[in-house]
């Protein structure tokens, strides 16, 4: 049974690196339609990778689709947060949003917390406080086999503040991995939906929003979903008109 599973294994992920290639070769002859029909049929099999979400968002961006391109671009990301292609591409496909939303600005101690965290993801700060941990035990080594009494001091000054540098890092790290478990992202899909002030299709309209526009989810009623923007502004909008990307 365990060789069967693992010759399954191997097709599926021989198919998908077929059906890869294959919406690759389509995608340079210009046929985006054949090729992101190649990209979703890999997703369908459950074979995600960024990759794929990058490609698939390039493909929906040459058909002027906002919604998908923005939303694969951004899956991209999730799977791999130092994608910089990713990164560029999304600012091309955002541009074509309608919804121009201005995020308000932080102020006070959250600012400056935003300000030193926010430049990383949290695998980033887990990784250099890795480095930072190497280091520490480079310099503990030095202090144990140093012959002078001023080498030793050197190096124990150094072990304090790196070990102070691993502190930071793991913190930066913690507070970046709670601030982004906290958000729920989502995509307009609907090219215009009115957003409701409460989850009632009979409720006066909030505001107005279009395709490709980012939400964040923060509460779910029946069939309706509650969402703050990057301006604070907060409606409640049809689950059918949004994709959520987690």
Avoid: C
Wanted: no cysteine.
């Amino acid at each position: 049974m365990k060789n069967l599973a693992y010759i399954l294994l191997f097709l599926t992920q021989l198919l998908a690196a077929q059906s890869f290639d294959k919406g690759n070769a389509l995608y340079r002859k210009a046929d985006y339609n054949g090729a992101s029909q190649e990209y979703e049929g890999i997703l369908k099999q459950g074979k995600e990778s960024a990759e794929v979400y990058f490609n698939l968002g390039n493909a929906y961006y040459k058909l002027d689709k906002v919604a998908p391109s923005i939303y694969n671009f951004e899956k991209a990301l999730l799977l791999n947060p130092g994608y910089k292609d990713a990164e560029v591409n999304l600012t091309f496909a955002n541009k074509m949003v309608i919804d121009d939303i201005k995020a308000t600005p932080k102020v006070g101690f959250g600012k400056i917390v935003h300000n030193l965290t926010g430049s990383y993801h949290y695998d980033t700060w887990a990784w250099i406080a890795v480095s930072f941990s190497a280091f520490f035990l480079a310099l503990f080594l030095g202090y144990y086999l140093a012959g002078t009494t001023l080498l030793k001091r050197i190096f124990f000054v150094g072990m304090f503040v790196v070990l102070l540098g691993i502190v930071l890092n793991i913190i930066a790290a913690v507070y970046v991995k709670s601030h982004d478990s906290r958000q729920n992202p989502a995509i307009v899909f609907a090219e215009v939906v009115s957003v409701k002030g409460e989850p009632n299709a009979k409720s006066q309209d909030a505001f107005i929003l279009h395709e490709g526009t980012k939400v964040n989810v923060t509460e779910t009623v029946d069939n309706w979903k509650k969402i703050v923007l990057a301006d604070d502004s907060v409606g409640w909008i049809d689950a059918g008109a949004i994709k959520e990307l987690k």
